[in-house]
């Protein structure tokens, strides 16, 4: 059966509110995919069809969203595409392809991690915020304990994208107080693709309970950071 396009169904008549998930066809974003797709609308993002396809076919109520978000026009031609949206949920994102100290990283290095984990980021939502101030909705940006902790040797080009999106979250929140909710979440290291080594069921079980172990927070936080206005960053000991 073809898949939904995300306009004809990003607006549900029945009041379901709709999630748009980046990276959501695997680690923490499928986890968080599969938590709020079952009571609401999941716009699944992701770069490759197929597997944002398996994803929307495994969900109650989905539709897919295909783009590489580094391309900004075709970025824009899909959020083009959405005439409703509750909750941006930013959790596509990579690491560093190598450890490295700074003096060995080379420049395109760290253009393709800033691009993906903070451009795009920034991006993407700039584009969906007239939706989400319609809505008076929410963004949650998916953060990393490097983003907040001592950075390691090696670990320079990471955390500094994600000490990048971390500012950023905060000035979105100041720019959109009392308009859109904006929550920044940072979970500790998972053991998710590409990383995992995993290949038995059972251990794949193992696996997506560890991930469900974040993403049910994510409900949570949807649901009640209203009631908590100065509390905007969660880390694994609010969880």
């Known amino acids: 059966m073809k898949a939904p396009t995300t306009s004809e169904i990003s607006h549900n008549s029945h009041g379901t509110k709709s999630v748009l998930v980046t990276g959501a066809t695997r680690g923490i974003g499928r986890a968080i995919a599969d938590e709020l797709g079952r009571d609401h609308h999941i716009i699944v993002g ?125 000035a979105l929140r100041e720019e959109e107080r009392d308009v859109v909710q904006v929550t920044s979440v940072r979970p500790g290291r998972v053991d998710a693709a590409p990383q995992s080594t995993h290949s038995n069921p059972t251990a794949l079980f193992g696996l997506k309970s560890h991930l469900m172990a974040y993403a049910r927070p994510i409900r949570h936080i949807h649901y009640h950071a209203a009631n908590a206005p100065e509390v905007r960053s969660y880390s694994p000991k609010h969880l």
């Open 46 to 170: 992701g770069r490759h069809q197929e597997a944002v396809d398996n994803v929307v076919s495994e969900l109650p109520n989905a539709s897919p969203f295909v783009v590489d978000l580094t391309d900004e026009e075709a970025t824009a031609t899909a959020v083009s595409q959405l005439d409703h949206l509750d909750v941006l949920i930013n959790s596509a994102g990579v690491s560093a392809a190598s450890p490295g100290d700074i003096a060995s990283q080379p420049r395109d290095e760290w253009r393709r991690v800033l691009e993906i984990n903070v451009v795009a980021v920034a991006d993407l939502t700039r584009l969906v915020l007239p939706l989400l101030r319609a809505s008076h909705g929410d963004v949650i940006m998916i953060n990393s304990g490097s983003g907040f902790l001592r950075t390691p040797a090696s670990g320079g080009v990471y955390a500094a994208s994600k000490y990048a999106l971390r500012a950023l979250t905060h």
